[in-house]
């Protein structure tokens, strides 16, 4: 018997000991090269599908066979992870009977003040996905700004945001707030009146979907060549369950499409604890902390110096909901397509700026507050695009966090050449005139560039982390499975898997 049988055999007889723990049935399997797995079916293991793009299967492994199932999905050299086929859930929490009835939060970001400035409330060139429940596309205040959408959930091209006792229309409500058209008597405006909504269904009535069906929306929306993505749900996971998603996102972020994602409502700081696609930290991404009507932190929303870029009003926000009907809902989720719909507005009026200079100017254009996040700020709609309309210089990156030794690259948008740039603490990092900086030591600078005009431009605190004691997040040789128990039998028989390796 060899020595992988025997590791087999051994692990096998240990799950006949272990007591009953449910796992996922369901499994993520990413593949290393495009050939077909002629050796992958087997009777306790059965394809589902296969997502060329994201270039895995999902498969389905039978009850009481997973430890059987995953090892011989692992002993395929063809395999380069499994994780489960998660599920992810939508951001909203519960609004109290004393919630604002007013649209507080267009008045609070001075949206009609930008409107005014820009001359246009948007343009329908400019597409926003909103990938959620799916949406009431009939609902008269949305109509006018709605596209062709897709529901994942059962293959069709009918989106309709299905109501349910966990789900009173997120969708819709997300919806609203980019782009409810504000010319309905007694309805609603969203901060992009004039835009191209593509609603994108992947959560079900109960607010749930799983991760498979939410990669398949991030990479359809890339096909459709939209704007930005507005993404208000995730799950607690970690980076190597989540690295499929991630992968998506990063497809996104090659394509030059925005994705602006919840923080999500644990209240919880995201540099220690981690929830995906929040956490991912790609350069296309906007990560939204929640906002209260006096500009401080619902007890609920997430923050996070490094992992979380900004905050935006969450909380008792009044937009549309199914059957031509408005109301309340709180949450990360209603922070984000605030951004989303902000974002799009911005992209109406100079369709040249790149993600992360959009993420750097709603980041330098905000209000200061005292909510914990990159920038501690909340967006301000006029300030942003006042800046794009008038050409305002300002530093991108605005605002992040850098490992010892890290380096990356500063730009002044909107300045003349020739440039320089300098470092108010060159013991924490060193930049150059070119705009390329080196993190040197812990602790916090900011950098200042000067144009040839003579007009300044510095960015917020410039965090530097000084060791393994200043990185965030959560070891990532966690167990995948959910089961310490199963993992270690997994880890056992296969232990130069990455998801069995301490960092």
Same mark, same amino acid.
């Given at each position: 018997m060899t020595s992988f049988m025997q590791k087999a055999l051994r692990s096998l007889l240990i799950v006949s000991a272990l007591s009953t723990t449910a796992l996922a049935s369901e499994y993520i399997v990413k593949y290393k090269s495009p050939v077909a797995f002629t050796s992958l079916a087997t009777t306790d293991v059965q394809v589902k599908n296969h997502h060329e793009l994201g270039q895995y299967y999902v498969v389905d492994i039978k009850e009481g066979q997973q430890i059987q199932g995953l090892i011989h999905l692992f002993s395929n050299p063809n395999v380069d992870y499994v994780v489960p086929n998660a599920r992810m859930h939508a951001f909203n929490v519960p609004v109290s009977s004393s919630a604002t009835q007013t649209q507080w939060a267009i008045s609070k970001i001075q949206a009609e003040k930008a409107w005014q400035r820009a001359g246009n409330k948007g343009s329908r060139k400019v597409v926003v996905a909103v990938i959620d429940t799916g949406a009431d596309f009939k609902h008269k205040n949305l109509a006018p700004n709605m596209i062709t959408g897709y529901d994942f959930i059962n293959n069709n091209d009918n989106p309709m945001d299905i109501t349910g006792s966990e789900n009173p229309g997120h969708g819709t409500h997300c919806s609203g707030i980019i782009g409810a058209t504000g010319v309905i008597e007694g309805g609603t405006v969203g901060i992009s009146p004039e835009v191209s909504i593509m609603p994108l269904r992947f959560l079900d009535q109960n607010g749930g979907g799983n991760l498979d069906n939410a990669i398949k929306a991030i990479d359809y929306a890339i096909e459709k060549?939209?704007?930005?993505?507005?993404?208000?749900?995730?799950? !607690?996971?970690?980076?190597? /369950?989540?690295?499929?998603? *991630?992968?998506?996102?990063?497809?996104?972020?090659?394509?030059?499409?925005?994705?602006?994602?919840?923080?999500?409502?644990?209240?919880?700081?995201? %540099? =220690?604890?981690?929830?995906?696609?929040? @956490?991912?930290?790609? #350069? @296309?991404?906007?990560?939204?902390?929640?906002? #209260?009507?006096? %500009?401080?932190?619902?007890?609920?929303?997430?923050?996070?110096?490094?992992?979380?870029?900004?905050?935006?009003?969450? /909380?008792?926000?009044?937009? =549309?909901?199914?059957?031509?009907?408005y109301g309340n809902l709180s949450g990360t989720s209603m922070a984000t397509p +605030?951004?989303?719909?902000?974002?799009? +507005?911005?992209?109406?009026? %100079?369709? #040249?700026?790149?993600? &992360?200079? *959009?993420?750097? +100017? +709603?980041?330098?254009?905000?209000?200061?507050?005292? *909510?914990?996040?990159?920038?501690?700020?909340?967006?301000?709609?006029? @300030?942003?695009? %006042? &800046?794009? *309309?008038?050409?305002?210089?300002?530093?991108? !990156?605005?605002? &992040?966090?850098?490992?010892?030794?890290?380096? =990356?690259?500063? /730009?002044a948008v909107y300045g003349k050449a020739p440039l320089t740039f300098t470092s108010s603490n060159s013991s924490v990092g060193t930049i150059d005139n070119a705009g390329n900086f080196t993190a040197t030591g812990g602790g916090d600078t900011t950098v200042t560039v000067t144009d040839a005009t003579g007009v300044t431009a510095t960015s917020y605190k410039i965090y530097v982390k000084g060791g393994k004691a200043d990185e965030p997040g959560q070891p990532e040789g966690s167990c995948v499975f959910g089961n310490p128990k199963i993992c270690a039998i997994i880890c056992e028989t296969f232990p130069t898997l990455s998801s069995c390796q301490q960092n």
């Open positions: 060549h939209v704007d930005v993505i507005s993404a208000s749900w995730g799950a !607690p996971v970690s980076a190597k /369950e989540a690295q499929p998603l *991630i992968e998506a996102i990063a497809r996104a972020e090659k394509a030059g499409v925005m994705f602006v994602v919840a923080a999500s409502n644990d209240g919880k700081n995201n %540099d =220690t604890f981690n929830v995906y696609p929040a @956490n991912a930290g790609l #350069s @296309n991404m906007i990560s939204v902390a929640a906002s #209260s009507s006096n %500009d401080s932190k619902p007890s609920w929303s997430n923050y996070g110096r490094t992992k979380v870029n900004l905050a935006s009003p969450g /909380e008792g926000i009044m937009s =549309t909901l199914p059957k031509d009907k +605030l951004v989303a719909g902000l974002v799009a +507005l911005v992209k109406a009026q %100079d369709a #040249s700026l790149k993600p &992360t200079e *959009i993420r750097a +100017l +709603l980041q330098a254009s905000a209000d200061k507050v005292s *909510i914990q996040t990159a920038c501690d700020c909340r967006v301000n709609a006029f @300030n942003a695009i %006042d &800046t794009v *309309i008038s050409k305002k210089m300002f530093i991108s !990156p605005y605002a &992040t966090t850098l490992a010892k030794g890290e380096q =990356t690259q500063f /730009e």
